[in-house]
């Protein structure tokens, strides 16, 4: 039986070591594998709903990619699911099927000339295309940085927004066009394998272009 392939690609993989831990080897990360270790090549992420929540955990550093790039694309198709909650209550469902029985109960009947003045203490519902109704409406995004818990950790970890031109944004909050895209880039700033936890928050909120602080609006050039 010929194992000189095998050998072969083992030590493609490993190096000569018959060590093959793969988290202390530089060639089974990401200096010869590594995804997203430049922002020319970065990974790429498809976001079509709002809000949406994207978290990441793993590690960047030592014997692997230094810098780390993710790239967001914007493609907001269905405005139908935008939902912000406000403190104590949750956003309300809407399905087409009138018919379906719940616990006894049937999905209401949703028509908007039916009760159109106060009753009681209750006030009409308004159901709107909160998007369609702002003009040129940006989306806000949020980034953060939830840390590890070991301050000698968080301290070396970095993490930054950058601009659809490769530009780095300077807050942790950033508006954007519906159809439009970013970078997120992770950090390591010491020669350690450092660990991480980030969340990003696409569809924080969502303003005219307007009425947003032109600090927090991603810069463009012409």
């Not at 394998?193 to 463009?220: M, Q, T």
Request: proline share 5%; net charge negative; hydrophobic share 35%.
């Amino acid at each position: 039986m010929d194992v000189t392939q095998e050998i072969l690609r083992n030590t493609q993989t490993y190096g000569a070591s018959d060590y093959t831990a793969p988290w202390s080897l530089a060639p089974s990360k990401s200096l010869n594998y590594a995804k997203g270790a430049s922002i020319q090549k970065p990974v790429r992420e498809k976001v079509t709903i709002l809000p949406r929540r994207l978290k990441y955990e793993d590690t960047v550093g030592l014997f692997g990619a230094e810098n780390v790039f993710i790239r967001v694309d914007l493609k907001i198709l269905d405005t139908g699911n935008l939902c912000y909650e406000e403190q104590y209550w949750q956003c309300l469902r809407i399905t087409a099927n009138d018919s379906e029985l719940v616990n006894t109960y049937y999905t209401a009947v949703m028509d908007p000339d039916l009760d159109p003045e106060p009753v009681g203490t209750y006030e009409p519902a308004q159901i709107t295309n909160v998007l369609g109704s702002v003009d040129s409406p940006h989306v806000g995004v949020s980034l953060r940085n939830l840390k590890t818990g070991n301050k000698y950790i968080d301290a070396w970890f970095d993490v930054r927004l950058y601009t659809r031109e490769r530009q780095e944004h300077p807050y942790d909050l950033m508006y954007l066009p519906l159809n439009d895209y970013f970078y997120i880039g992770f950090h390591a700033r010491n020669t350690k394998r450092l660990p991480y936890n980030v969340e990003c928050l696409i569809g924080v909120d969502y303003k005219a272009k307007n009425d947003i602080d032109s600090r927090f609006i991603a810069k463009r050039t012409m």
